[in-house]
């Protein structure tokens, strides 16, 4: 049973609780209290050859109270929901902005939570819905011996699947008053090809939101051909050579390198620190005119959808970039307080543990006139990126992304698989670079992890060429 199911009518029990704390912050003088409840159930499980390897549970409960005074906050979390708990929990966060707790300046305090906006209503059964542990098993079981029977060379043959299940609750001192239900579920093989001196490591991860019965009707099989055929075509593939050459990165998973690179850095989060190049460019021209980027929490099923945000706020569709110019940042509460840049919708957290801060919900390159053909046609000699590996990111986007399948590009043709390679640039430079988009936009899940923890995201874009970028090779 959900934890806040009496903020029905007739049960005010917590209305009334946080009406209480909210109106003692307010007396002692902070511009705004802000309290985030939660109650979480996850479930990680790994298999690896034929074994079920680990089960891991974990359940949490608690809360994170954030109280904002000029362009100052505090914040205090705690497990303790009691009313004593939480009234020393908002003491805390009180006091690191040195208010006065033991008598009230304010006149009055606030005038009371609005109607509750519940979201989560609709979603009450979805944990009961999820697949029992022995489903779970069964199918990454089958996961592994699909790979055992598709791929040749395997050493390593691993499954995986993660159950996110979150109740929230957030109230604050200007009224907001939102309560939500969330379920993110992924799932993924992974395999180890070796043969002599040559080896190959393939990875893919499958992610989705608010959809309980996902992991019954993943096609295995097809998971399964795509990271054993990915596997054996690197598993001999030569080393390419580097140098200063143009690119074409697949759809998909490729739009990690505009999240890492330069989404963080259209984050107010930046802006605040004054660690982002492009603070002061609002209408100025940042990409190619071929580029258009949006971060929005809508698409349905999406890994980065929300239905409200960890703030209370309903998601936007954000576009970030149109036509090459910048139009907006990605906002939280914080931000706009700070920089003036308005909320978007994208004040997220990894749990109560942490602040909110401005965060990427759907990131991705919107799709453009061309096919992929035309794009792979039009380079003379260079490199097609299909899929990503790993990759590091600096303060104001330098970034070096792992090529975990690339193909030499030769008169406008696909070419010879090669492998070694990685992407370094720098998202300034390489953002006017992109200079054709195709047709054929793709989303990809993923997990992002930055100042207020990891978060649940989607990385996406179409095939995109850029048209010179320094490739790292052996």
Request: proline share 3%; hydrophobic share 35%.
């Amino acid at each position: 049973m959900a934890l806040f199911t009496d903020l029905n009518p007739g049960h005010n029990a917590w209305r009334n609780r946080l009406e209480t704390l909210l109106n003692f912050g307010v007396r002692s003088g902070a511009d705004l209290v802000e309290i985030f409840l939660e109650r979480t159930d996850h479930l990680g499980v790994l298999a690896e050859q034929d074994k079920i390897t680990s089960v891991s549970p974990a359940f949490g409960m608690g809360a994170g109270i954030r109280v904002f005074r000029g362009g100052q906050d505090g914040f205090v979390s705690t497990n303790d929901l009691s009313d004593q708990g939480l009234h020393q929990a908002l003491e805390q966060a009180l006091a690191m902005l040195q208010l006065n707790t033991t008598s009230p300046v304010a006149e009055r305090g606030f005038d009371g939570l609005g109607q509750l906006r519940d979201y989560g209503q609709s979603k009450e059964d979805w944990l009961s819905q999820t697949p029992e542990l022995d489903t779970i098993t069964q199918r990454l079981l089958e996961g592994t011996q699909s790979l055992q029977q598709r791929g040749q060379h395997l050493e390593v043959r691993r499954g995986n699947f993660s159950r996110d299940w979150q109740e929230v609750l957030v109230a604050a001192s200007d009224g907001t008053f939102a309560r939500d239900i969330r379920l993110h579920q992924s799932s993924g093989l992974s395999v180890l090809a070796a043969d002599g001196d040559h080896r190959s490591s393939i990875s893919r991860r499958y992610g989705t939101s608010d959809r309980p019965h996902d992991l019954r009707h993943w096609d295995i099989n097809a998971s399964a051909d795509e990271v054993c055929e990915s596997a054996a075509t690197m598993l001999r593939a030569d080393y390419v050579d580097g140098g200063q050459m143009p690119v074409v990165l697949a759809n998909r998973f490729g739009g990690v390198i505009f999240h890492e690179a330069c989404g963080h850095l259209l984050e107010t989060t930046q802006v605040e620190r004054g660690s982002t190049p492009f603070a002061e460019s609002i209408g100025e021209c940042i990409a190619h005119p071929a580029v258009t980027a949006i971060d929005e929490g809508l698409s349905e099923g999406a890994f980065g959808s929300l239905s409200m945000d960890d703030e209370g706020m309903e998601p936007q569709r954000t576009v970030l970039i149109e036509n090459g110019v910048l139009k907006r940042f990605i906002s939280d509460r914080a931000g706009e307080m700070r920089t003036g840049h308005a909320r978007t919708g994208s004040g997220r957290r990894q749990n109560h543990g942490f602040a909110a801060a401005s965060r990427m919900r759907n990131t991705y390159i919107a799709a453009g006139p061309h096919s992929v053909d035309d794009l792979i046609s039009s380079v003379e000699t260079g490199l097609y990126c299909k899929s990503m590996g790993a990759g590091s990111v600096g303060a104001t986007g330098q970034f070096n992304f792992s090529v975990e399948e690339g193909y030499l590009i030769n008169d406008g043709k696909l070419g010879q698989p090669v492998k070694g390679a990685t992407l370094i640039g720098d998202a300034k430079e390489v953002m006017p670079k992109i200079s054709m988009c195709a047709d054929d936009l793709d989303l990809a899940a993923g997990y992002c992890g930055s100042v207020s923890g990891s978060v649940f995201v989607t990385v996406g874009q179409p095939h995109v060429k850029v048209d010179s970028i320094t490739v790292g090779g052996r």
